[in-house]
């Protein structure tokens, strides 16, 4: 079984920034897409960025010019730097990777962004 442990959540004031880490207990090199989801109260879980094997990566509107997906294969991780961090990103992170018709998540880390 895979093991997707996020980290580096917190508390943090509004434009203040957050680095995510997302450790992988196997190999990320195979891996067909790796990315980040968040869901904040009340509402739906949404796909934040993500990056694929290739190196290609796609934001959500509302994070585009303020995160950043990134990954080291030499440490099974995967980042997501946060910056210029504001009320509406306060949710819970999540990891998420996939590889053929297999998906695994993380328990997710809070981001709490306050005004």
């Known amino acids: 079984q895979v093991q997707v442990v996020e980290s580096g959540g917190g508390l943090v004031q509004a434009g203040g920034s957050l680095n995510l880490s997302c450790t992988v207990s196997?190999?990320?090199?195979?891996?067909?897409?790796m990315g980040w989801y968040r869901q904040a109260p009340g509402k739906q879980r949404e796909a934040v960025a993500v990056?694929?094997?290739?190196?290609?990566?796609n934001y959500a509107d509302s994070v585009k010019g303020r995160f950043t997906i990134s990954r080291d294969g030499t440490k099974n991780t995967i980042f997501l730097q946060m910056d210029s961090l504001e009320p509406e990103d306060t949710a819970v992170y999540y990891c998420?990777?996939?590889?053929?018709?297999?998906?695994?998540w993380g328990q997710g880390t809070q981001v709490t962004v306050s005004s």
């Open positions: 990056i694929t094997r290739g190196g290609s990566t």
């Open positions: 196997r190999s990320i090199f195979s891996l067909d897409v």
């Open positions: 998420n990777i996939q590889e053929k018709m297999f998906a695994y």
